[in-house]
Every structure is written in C-alpha cells, then in structure tokens.
C-alpha cells in the first residue's frame, strides 16, 4: 500500500470513536463496550506489528472487535433465535435517552439483529466501505453483504417507520 | 424495465453496480414513482441509522489505554490483573512478601508474574502508575513489538520490586518479622 502505517497511537486514536459506537452495537451495555473496546485495543496493540497495512487499521481493530464481541455474547448467541422473536420492552440500559429517541431505536434494532447481519451493517454504517471491503474485512461474500444489507435495513425501516413498497423479486412495471 | 428488487436497488443506492445497469435503475427511478418511493425510504433509513451510529460515536468517552476494569471474571485472569495486582501489594508493603517467599522457598524466582504476553499494561508506565486509566496522551511511545513488550514488562517489574538480593540482612529478617506479625504466625527461620 502506498500510504505509510501510521503508528499504533494514530491509528488507535483515529479508530476510538468507531470502535466505541461498534462496541456499543455489538455488545449488550455501555460497560461491556467499553471492555470490548479496552481490550481490542490491547490485542491489536500486541498484534499491530504483524498488521501490513493491507485495509485501514480501523477496519483491521473492527474485525478484532468483532471477535471479542462475539465471544462477550456467547451466552446471549444461545438464545438468540428466541431472542430476535422478543420485541424488547424497554429502552436499552445505557442513559441514551440524552442522545435521543432516535438513536435508542436503530441501536435497539441493531443490536437485535443475527450476528452476522450485525457485524455488517455495523461497519456499512460506521465507516464508508465498500462491499467488497466489508466482504474482505470480515470473511464473508459479497453476497452474503448484500443480503445482510437488505435484511438490516428492511428491520430498521420497520423500526423507523419508514413507509415503502418491498421487492423481494422483481416485478413486472406496471404499464 | 422491471422495476429492481430490495437488494439491486439498496446496491444501487450504494453505488454497486456496473456502469450499464446503474443507468438503466437511473432511468427507471425517473420514470417509476414506486421504485422513486423505495429509492427515497433506503436514503430515509441510512440518514437515520448514520446519524445514530455518528451520535454515538461523539459520545465516546476519552480514549484511554487501561486494562478493562467492569468484568468482576476479568479478575480471573491469572497474569493481566494479578500481575498488577501482585505487583501493588508489593510496593505497599515494601517488598517484603517477597523477600519471605523467596527466603522459605529457596530458588524460586523474586520477580512476580512470570509469563508477560498477556499486555494489560501497556505503554511506557510502570505498573504502579497504571492503576487508574491512563489518557493516551501520557502514554506515548506504545511499545507494541513483543520484544519492546517485554523489555517495558522486566523494567516495570525491577521498578516495582526491590530484588531481595539488594535489602541487607538485618532488613530482610525485620521485614519477614512484620509480615509474621501481620499474619499472627511466626516465620520459619530457614538456613
């Protein structure tokens, strides 16, 4: 790559805000981010130095989170196909009402959403990447993106109440 | 043209497709006001949800470079926080558990945790500064090869804790005398 690695500290520094607002998608509460952040952190620290530069470093910390997170919730990934059935009843723990009621909700819809879809629209969101490099950074198809996409959005326009037509195939146009 | 379906037109609204069909979607959004609706929802959605997820991302808190204190099962692990741990209680009571340790244990090792690697405590800190989050600002370089790692590990540790090798005897045996008494039993005199 022909831009140069950044240090550690640049790279953790311009990564923070991201892997917080990921940490915060991907685990169950602000405590248990925070934690996945602290140790993605440490982790890519050790790690940064086998690190080629070959995606940014903050998708590269992503994929670490990602990990760490997964593990966090092995216990809620058990109930999971109970757990996406359950509409949650109440605003997630985290005194997010002070960033409106808008974020509580797609962070509610998110967080609610399979593991897979998740970790993807998460990174879709957070960082502006392209199919291909979501599909790279994190091990999957392009495809499987694509798909993921669709689903995450039609659960968050549901949340959101944006009303539109859906297409799951295509139609012939009226007319 | 059919009009596309949810997946073609999010990959549209993307910027995914090829040259020939992004045209094609182009004009039929123009010509097509329910494929336009749908067109406008996915832009409606993904202002939201990155307006949320940038919301979020503004209310991250100072970055910092600790080892993760909110898991009480963190405490667990044997050489991240113990090795902090270890090394704090030494201090406070002046090296002293040490020195008895290694006088009733005869070979073993003054120094604390013996396998490093797992970097709780990173940067160029000793582990008694480490105790509350450090700002990354005060941390700097990082020492992230494993081999600078280490090298920062050993020195922290000799900053930390006195090699008993350096207290004279009469110290060693006074020191032994207090922890003795902290604990309400004698110390074993040993050879």
């Known amino acids: 790559m022909a831009t140069e690695k950044p240090t550690f500290e640049e790279a953790a520094k311009a990564a923070w805000p991201t892997l917080f607002a990921a940490a915060m998608v991907l685990t169950e509460n602000r405590a248990d981010a925070e934690d996945a952040v602290q140790e993605t952190l440490t982790r890519s620290c050790a790690a940064y130095g086998s690190f080629r530069g070959e995606s940014v470093p903050t998708t590269w910390m992503y994929r670490i989170l990602v990990r760490i997170a997964a593990k966090e919730r092995v216990g809620h990934e058990v109930a999971e196909a109970e757990y996406e059935k359950v509409p949650s009843l109440n605003p997630p723990p985290d005194a997010l009402a002070a960033l409106g009621e808008e974020v509580a909700i797609v962070l509610d819809v998110l967080r609610s959403l399979p593991r897979r879809q998740r970790e993807i629209a998460t990174l879709f969101y957070l960082e502006e990447l392209s199919y291909a490099e979501i599909a790279v950074a994190l091990d999957v198809s392009q495809e499987t993106v694509r798909a993921a996409l669709r689903r995450a959005r039609a659960s968050l326009r549901k949340a959101l109440g944006v009303e539109t037509h859906e297409r799951k195939v295509p139609d012939e146009m009226p007319g | ?191």
């Not at chain 2, 993307?14 to 182009?26: F, K, M, Q, S, Y």
């Not at chain 2, 582990?127 to 280490?150: G, H, N």
């Open chain 2, 1 to 191: 043209m059919k009009c596309p379906d949810d997946e073609t037109l999010a990959a549209f609204a993307d910027g995914e497709l090829d040259d020939a069909l992004w045209a094609d979607i182009e004009r039929h959004i123009d010509a097509c006001g329910v494929c336009r609706e749908r067109f406008q929802a996915i832009g409606q959605v993904d202002n939201a949800t990155r307006q949320a997820l940038a919301a979020l991302k503004a209310s991250a808190p100072p970055m910092t470079l600790a080892p993760a204190k909110n898991k009480a099962r963190l405490l667990a692990r044997p050489f991240a926080v113990a090795a902090a741990a270890a090394i704090v209680i030494a201090a406070a009571i002046g090296g002293v558990w040490f020195a008895f340790h290694e006088r009733s244990q005869a070979h073993k090792p003054a120094v604390i945790a013996g396998k490093p690697p797992e970097p709780a405590l990173i940067g160029s800190v000793t582990p008694r500064q480490a105790e509350p989050s450090i700002p990354v600002t005060d941390v700097v370089p990082l020492a992230c090869s494993s081999e600078e790692y280490k090298k920062r590990i050993a020195e922290a540790k000799r900053s930390a804790v006195m090699p008993v090798d350096s207290l004279p005897e009469w110290k060693v045996d006074e020191l032994r005398r207090i922890v003795a008494a902290r604990r309400g039993s004698v110390p074993e005199h040993d050879g």
